[in-house]
Every structure is written in structure tokens, then in C-alpha cells.
């Protein structure tokens, strides 16, 4: 008895070229076993290292020391050393072919690593005496459009990159961790410095941010001829999908926040110190010089000027260009954030709260709230001499 031998399938790199070629073009047009192979090569090509959880790790310590003293280099830093993002081009291929073994693969390894990023932050920036609100930290708990639009550039080159060489492309690698992995750091810190408005609203943008990166890659695939190999396959793109359109909806309703968070700053320098020593005792002397001294003798009696001092002006100094947030009290809730430079008014204060001194300030708009005492420098008072 003989048996015919088996025809090995061709290894992907063994093929011609124009077929290679014509493979990062339009999948569709190979055969099932060169799709096969091919698709192999991809996932192989994107599958999680050790790099992945060593980088995730220490990106997560960069990041959770820039929200612990607010230093938006160190941040920059956190994301030049996160990991390639091959994983979200690995979830992206699994869920266009279907694969639901090789995609839960690929998403027990990305949030493995954002866990690690998460504790890493936590550990490095919020513990100690760090229990005071972080700008950075707060800009990275709520959703906005631009967000979306820089995850959505990162994404594409990550699906076009792949299709097309079967590599990572670094720069798109590096737009989506900035996208990723520092909404997970977020999360950390505001778990370990007991800020619960951080915490909960970064692990969302992480979650719609994951969802709208897969999306978003997907779509490019789809473009180069992926397919799911049968018709259930459509069911897991179908639903990441559909929580990408949720993020995106939510994005339009509240994140158009990216602007109004940021106070238009009114120019209005003026803080002018008020030393108008008017001299309201215009003595008007009445020619007929009657002998009624009594009446002026009033008129000697205030000689006494009641100083009235003015609230000292400051400005917000000492951010790093990244301002500070103002609070409805100390160490309370935000309502709304002051740029560097901005000038304001001490009206009370300081406060110590939650190891932190904090002052009641007033802007130029009528805003009123706390900041942070460290955020403050303030001006020379010069009172208003008022006889």
C-alpha cells in the first residue's frame, strides 16, 4: 500500500516575489494554503516577547514619576521606551480572520503588560506623600477628539505597516502607546495617591482607546483583502466595532473638552496696584475768614488713613507649561484648569490639606477656587491708602 506524498506548503518567504508582492496587495487572491502560510508569518511576526512586559514595565515608572511632580519630559520619555505596540496589530489580525484563540492570546498579553504598566506607575508616583492632585494624571481621565485622532493615525500605520511589510511601524507603534499605555499608568496613580476621579475615568479612556486602536487597524487590514475565513468570524469585529462607535460617540459629548478645559486666557494682565492716595480733603477756602475756627476743627479730626489692603496679586508659576487645576475646595473636586502665567487674586488661604497648602484664588473672569500654594507666586501687595 502506498500513499501519495503530501505537497509541504510554501513557506511565504520562498515564494516568488511578485506573489509576495501581490499578497500584501490583495489577500484574497492567494490560495488557501498560501493564505495560510501567510497569515502564519503575520501572526509570528506580531506575537508578544518578554520586551513586551520589561518595556510596559518601565515606561509605567517613567510615567508614574512625571504625574507625581507633573513633568511632561518624563512622560515623553515614558513613551519613547514602551514597548512596540505589535500587539494591537496582533489583535487587529485576529479579529479580522476570526481567529478567537489567537485574539485572546493577544489580549491576555497587551493587558498583562498594561497591568504592569499600571502597578509600575502606581508604585513609582503615587505612593507617599503624593495625595495631591496631578494635572497630567487628571488630563488623561476623560475622552476627547483629538485623542482619537492621533490614536487613529498610529493605528492606521500599524495596519498599513503590516499588510504591506509585515513589520511594526515605530512611529505609529509609539503614537498608539502614548495612547495606551499612559491612560494605564494613569490609572495606577490615581489607584495609589486615593484619587478615585482619575482612576475611573483613565481606565475608561484605556478601555475605549483599546477598542477604537483594534477598530481602527482592522479596517486597514480589510482594505489590504483580510477576511474572516468563515461567516461567524464576522461576529468579533462586528462587536469590537461596535464599542469603538460607543468611545467615539462619548468622545463627541464630553471630549470636546480639549479645548474648553483649557481657559482661553483673557490677556489682562492688571493686576494694577490701586495706590490712588486721592486726596479727598479738597480744602475749599471760604474768603469770608470767619471766626468759627469749630469747623475746621472737624475737618483735623481724620487725619487718621485707614489702610484697606487689596488681595495680593499673583500669577500661576512653576507647572512647566502644563497649569494647574482649579478645585470647588482643597484638595476637592475640579471645575475647571488655569494656564501658567495666568494672573489671579489670593483671596484666602492657606489651607493645609491632605499635606499640601492650598489658597483660594480669583481670576480675572470671576472664576473662584483653590490651587495648589506651590503653583502661586505671588506679587508685591501695595495697599490703597484711602485718608
Not at 484619587?195 to 484605556?206: D, I, N, R, S, Y
Not at 489702610?307 to 512647566?320: D, K, S
Request: contains cysteine; neutral net charge; proline residues 8%.
Amino acid at each position: 500500500m502506498t500513499f501519495e506524498p503530501l505537497r509541504p506548503v510554501d513557506d511565504p518567504e520562498a515564494l516568488p516575489r511578485a506573489r509576495r508582492r501581490r499578497a500584501g496587495r490583495m489577500l484574497t487572491q492567494l490560495r488557501a494554503d498560501e493564505r495560510e502560510a501567510y497569515l502564519e508569518e503575520l501572526a509570528h511576526q506580531v506575537s508578544p516577547g518578554v520586551d513586551l512586559y520589561l518595556y510596559a514595565a518601565l515606561a509605567g515608572v517613567l510615567a508614574g514619576v512625571s504625574f507625581r511632580f507633573d513633568q511632561l519630559a518624563l512622560l515623553f520619555a515614558a513613551v519613547l521606551v514602551a514597548p512596540r505596540m505589535a500587539a494591537i496589530a496582533g489583535l487587529s489580525l485576529a479579529a479580522v480572520c476570526g481567529s478567537m484563540r489567537y485574539f485572546g492570546r493577544q489580549i491576555g498579553a497587551l493587558l498583562l503588560a498594561s497591568l504592569l504598566t499600571a502597578i509600575a506607575a502606581g508604585l513609582a508616583g503615587g505612593l507617599g506623600d503624593a495625595r495631591s492632585a496631578s494635572v497630567l494624571a487628571a488630563g488623561y481621565a476623560g475622552l476627547n477628539l483629538v485623542d482619537f485622532g492621533v490614536l487613529a493615525l498610529g493605528s492606521a500605520a500599524l495596519g498599513v505597516s503590516l499588510a504591506r511589510s509585515s513589520a511594526v511601524d515605530p512611529i505609529g507603534g509609539a503614537l498608539v502607546a502614548y495612547e495606551l499605555l499612559v491612560p494605564a499608568g494613569a490609572v495606577g496613580y490615581g489607584l495609589a495617591a486615593a484619587q478615585e476621579a482619575v482612576w475611573q475615568g483613565a481606565l475608561l479612556t484605556f478601555a475605549l482607546h483599546l477598542s477604537w486602536a483594534v477598530v481602527v487597524a482592522g479596517f486597514v487590514l480589510v482594505l489590504y483583502g483580510f477576511r474572516p475565513l468563515t461567516g461567524s468570524g464576522y461576529s468579533l469585529p462586528g462587536a469590537i466595532g461596535l464599542m469603538a462607535g460607543v468611545g467615539l460617540l462619548g468622545a463627541l459629548n464630553l471630549g470636546v473638552s480639549v479645548l474648553a478645559a483649557v481657559p482661553t486666557p483673557t490677556p489682562t494682565p492688571s493686576p494694577t496696584p490701586t495706590a490712588s492716595p486721592t486726596p479727598s480733603p479738597t480744602a475749599t477756602p471760604s474768603p469770608t475768614r470767619t471766626a468759627t475756627a469749630t469747623a475746621t476743627e472737624t475737618a483735623t479730626a481724620t487725619p487718621t488713613p485707614s489702610i484697606t489692603p487689596t488681595p495680593p496679586a499673583a500669577v500661576v508659576f512653576g507647572t512647566g507649561g502644563a497649569g494647574v487645576l482649579l478645585r470647588d475646595a482643597p484638595n476637592g473636586q475640579s471645575t475647571s484648569g488655569l494656564i501658567e502665567g495666568l494672573p489671579v487674586l489670593v483671596i484666602a488661604g492657606p489651607q493645609a490639606v491632605g499635606g499640601e497648602n492650598w489658597l483660594q484664588v480669583r481670576t480675572s473672569d470671576g472664576r473662584e477656587g483653590w490651587i495648589l500654594a506651590r503653583y502661586v507666586a505671588t506679587l508685591t501687595p501695595t495697599p490703597s491708602v484711602t485718608p
